[in-house]
Nanobody, 115 residues
Framework: QVQLVQSGGGLVQAGGSLGLSCAAS????????LGWYRQAPGKQRDFVAR???????NYADSVKGRFTISRDNAKNTVYLQMNSLKPEDTAVYYC?????????WGKGTLVTVSS
């Protein structure tokens, strides 16, 4: 059983920065690939960033150069540092844990970017 507890989110002005975190717990928490997805109202949930246990990263084109994903394996925690935020980044952000193709989701947190 896996639990993913998210923190962060909130309201920020365009051009500003915001950080998100997600802590994984459970018997397989130390074996998860971790990542972030986001979903705007009326839209599909989109991939944002992913990081493996070994630290290999992957980003959506829309956030490259602005967002940074990182993880602390000792804490089983993944982070998303979001810089140069744009109004189109407004969405509910979800933490994802992945083990052998099985997905575990956090509850999501709202990020609102004002213009």
């Amino acid at each position: 059983q896996v639990q993913l507890v998210q923190s962060g989110g909130g309201l920020v002005q365009a051009g500003g920065s915001l950080g998100l975190s997600c802590a994984a717990s459970g018997s397989i928490a130390d074996r998860l690939a971790l990542g972030w997805y986001r979903q705007a109202p009326g839209k599909q949930r989109d991939f944002v960033a992913r990081i493996t246990f070994g630290g290999t990263t992957n980003y959506a084109d829309s956030v490259k150069g602005r967002f940074t994903i990182s993880r602390d394996n000792a804490k089983n925690t993944v982070y998303l540092q979001m810089n140069s935020l744009k109004p189109e980044d407004t969405a509910v952000y979800y933490c994802l844990g992945d083990l052998l193709g099985l997905n575990y989701w956090g509850k999501g947190t709202l990020v609102t970017v004002s213009s």
